[in-house]
């Protein structure tokens, strides 16, 4: 019975003229298709909320295993020399946009380890615009080591500004950087005038940056999981 319906079917359709046959086509192709490009990009649209979310938790899950050892390399240098009063580790993050989709940069303390007062609060969502100058700088120069904080007066005004409110009467600031990216700066405060000794970088301070190098660079990390 199926077969003689699909039959009386085909010599209907065969019947027909050729221009009724382009006007239902035309009429199948405009219902139809609307329909399934609407399915696709709801496939795509679910795709890329799911590869976003597992994203989101593969970098939450990360940080929490990796924040242990973050703390510990940035005590290390504080542990490395006892006139060491504070060692902060400085993060660059964007969360908020303009209007016009300009993304702004900020400069916050992801860390710190203290002997005893704590400064970590003041370096909280700083603007990198304002600082933006002085940390390029650093990033170029590779360092940045006074023994009294008066010497940045000239070259870095609000770096100097920032460590004289945190009581520093010497610093140190040393870059973090990725394979791609900067990834932030360490800033070791002193409570009076510093003598550094010849290999002091490579002995106390080394070794730390290269381990929080490796745990900063989350994106690395990743592309390299995605190429495996």
């Avoid at 079917?9 to 009429?27: A, E, Q, R």
């Avoid at 490395?80 to 660059?92: A, H, M, P, T």
């Avoid at 992801?110 to 005893?116: C, F, G, Q, S």
Wanted: net charge neutral; hydrophobic share 40%; proline share 3%.
């Amino acid at each position: 019975m199926i077969l003689d319906r699909l039959r009386r079917l085909w010599d209907w359709i065969d019947n027909i003229s050729s221009s009724t046959k382009t006007v239902i086509i035309i009429v199948l192709v405009c219902f139809v298709l609307p329909q399934y490009i609407d399915s696709r990009l709801s496939f795509f649209q679910d795709r890329y909320e799911a590869c976003y979310k597992n994203y989101k938790l593969m970098a939450e899950k990360y940080a929490m295993s990796t924040a242990p050892l973050i703390y510990n390399e940035v005590e290390r240098i504080l542990l490395s020399d006892k006139e060491i009063q504070n060692v902060l580790l400085l993060n660059y993050h964007n969360t908020r946009e303009n209007l016009s989709g300009y993304s702004y940069l900020y400069v916050t303390a992801l860390a710190e380890a203290a002997r005893d007062q704590e400064w970590k609060q003041e370096w909280k969502e700083l603007d990198y615009i304002d600082y933006s100058k002085e940390i390029e700088h650093i990033h170029r120069k590779g360092y940045l080591r006074v023994d009294s904080i008066e010497q940045l007066i000239p070259n870095y005004p609000r770096l100097e500004k920032k460590l004289a409110f945190c009581e520093a009467k010497a610093a140190a600031i040393y870059p973090v950087e990725g394979v791609n990216r900067k990834l932030g700066l360490i800033v070791i405060i002193y409570g009076h005038k510093k003598e550094y000794s010849l290999g002091y970088y490579q002995e106390n301070i080394a070794p730390a940056v290269s381990r929080l190098t490796s745990l900063l660079d989350y994106a690395n990390i990743t592309n390299d999981i995605v190429k495996e």
